[in-house]
């Protein structure tokens, strides 16, 4: 379990800092209506963001280790 757990969150980590890098490169947490009314500073967009980012990752490697599963294991359950 601690196994699958690190190969689900350490890429996930990886891609969320890029993505949260680029994406921020790009766009001034500033500009964004959403965060103008609440008054969120720039480190609160850009931890959200890199949780957010983080979360997709995590999914998306989360869905690649299930997709992985054996066929034994799979057929076992029914």
């Given at each position: 379990m601690k196994r699958q757990l690190m190969f689900i969150l350490w890429p996930s980590f990886l891609v969320a800092a890029a993505a949260d890098a680029?994406?921020?490169?790009?766009?001034?947490?500033?500009?964004?209506?959403?965060?103008g009314p609440f008054g969120l500073s720039r480190l609160t967009a850009y931890s959200t963001g890199f949780?957010?980012?983080?979360?997709?990752?995590?999914?998306?490697?989360?869905?690649?280790?299930?997709?992985?599963?054996?066929?034994e294991r799979i057929n076992a359950r029914s």
């Amino acid at each position: 379990m601690k196994r699958q757990l690190m190969f689900i969150l350490w890429p996930s980590f990886l891609v969320a800092a890029a993505a949260d890098a680029l994406f921020f490169t790009i766009f001034d947490p500033v500009d964004f209506v959403i965060f103008g009314p609440f008054g969120l500073s720039r480190l609160t967009a850009y931890s959200t963001g890199f949780l957010f980012f983080w979360g997709l990752g995590a999914a998306s490697s989360a869905f690649t280790c299930f997709l992985q599963r054996p066929r034994e294991r799979i057929n076992a359950r029914s």
